[in-house]
Nanobody
């Protein structure tokens, strides 16, 4: 049974930091590219960051470049998203996704940036 379980979301003040984690099971994690997406209120889901198999290449949305960092630990089947200098416009539900031949999604974790 494939599972992607996100954690680490919450309420944070502008300028603060959060670290999201996604624990994967039920598939061969190291063979999948991993991504974080987000969907803000009234907005479409958008790609935030991605990392290739073996972590060789990372990509970021322009809106988060220099503030967010994606990483993966193939030994622990986890992917992380370190989010710094958070802004109110980063408020969204953040989803973990795995992609190879198939695509899998987590259930999402809420991030709210507000004073």
């Amino acid at each position: 049974q494939v599972q992607l379980v996100e954690s680490g979301g919450g309420l944070v003040q502008p300028g603060g930091s959060l670290r999201l984690s996604c624990a994967a099971s039920g598939f061969t994690f190291r063979t999948y590219a991993m991504s974080w997406y987000r969907q803000g209120p009234g907005k479409e889901r958008e790609l935030v960051a991605s990392i290739t198999r073996a972590g060789g290449i990372t990509n970021y949305a322009d809106s988060v470049k220099g503030r967010f960092a994606i990483s993966r630990d193939d030994a622990k089947n986890t992917v992380h998203l370190q989010m710094n200098s958070l802004k109110p416009e980063d408020t969204a539900v953040y989803y973990c996704s795995a992609r190879n031949v198939n695509r899998y999604w987590g259930q999402g974790t809420q991030v709210t940036v507000s004073s």
